[in-house]
Every structure is written in C-alpha cells, then in structure tokens.
C-alpha cells in the first residue's frame, strides 16, 4: 500500500491507532467471553438447561445463535480494525479506498476503522 495524496501523516494518525488498538482489544475480550458463553455447555444445546420444556430449549437456541450472530459482527469488526492499522504503517490511512478521497476526521473519530468516505460508503450500501 503505498502512501496517498489524501491520507493522514503518522504523526496525525498516532491518537486513531491507539483507539483502533483499545477497540481491538476490548473486542477481542468480548468475543472471547460470548464465545466461552456460548461453547461451556459441553452436553450440548439444552443439556445445560434446568427445563425440558421446548420452549425454553428454544429460547436457549435462540439466545445461542442470536450470541454467535453478535461474535460474528465482532470478528467482522476486528478484522476492519486490523487493516486500519494496517493502512496507518503503510501511510494510506484517512483516504477511501474506494476514491482515494480524504476521509473527515469527524467521521474517523466515529468510526476509525472505516474505508470509506461518506459518499463511497453510501454508494456500497446502496449495491
């Protein structure tokens, strides 16, 4: 990735890493506690159940894949964050990737990890 006409100096990226770095890692603890959540009842899904009743076996399926659906998005997260930092060491970090337009720091300081500029985000989930 080579350096970009729009993106950010290291020195103006350095308070972007360290929020990508504290966001990564609290995610990746609460990743790992869902996970553990979910996958310590050994038996199976309702062997840890104190009812045989369906509908709380069903209500456990439900809270179990509604828990890895969220471990999913957050895996999905963490792997954005890691090419922010990615794109911050290469020195393309604050240009879109789509446009190679300056992405705002406004919207930076909202979503750090993001790729896009508004408009090219837009235009992606509009497709």
């Known amino acids: 990735m080579a ?4 993106a950010m100096k290291k020195v103006e990226s350095r308070p972007f890493k360290r929020q990508l770095l504290e966001l990564r890692a609290r995610l990746r603890g ?4 869902m996970a553990d959540a979910v996958f310590s009842d050994s038996g199976g899904a ?7 009743h369906m509908a709380d076996v ?4 439900f809270d179990q894949e509604f ?3 969220l471990v999913e998005n957050e895996g999905e997260t963490i792997e954005l964050i890691d ?8 020195g393309a970090y604050g240009a879109c990737t789509e446009c190679e337009g300056k992405i705002p720091k406004m ?13 090219c985000a837009d235009i992606a989930q509009r497709g």
């Not at 750090?112 to 508004?118: E, M």
């Open 3 to 6: 350096r970009l006409k729009n």
């Open 30 to 33: 609460d990743v790992n506690a």
């Open 46 to 52: 309702g062997a840890g159940s104190t009812s045989n």
């Open 58 to 61: 069903g209500t456990e399926h």
């Open 67 to 69: 828990t890895l659906s």
């Open 83 to 90: 090419q922010a930092l990615a794109r911050i060491e290469a």
């Open 107 to 119: 919207r930076l300081s909202a979503l750090p990890y993001t790729p896009h500029c508004v408009k």
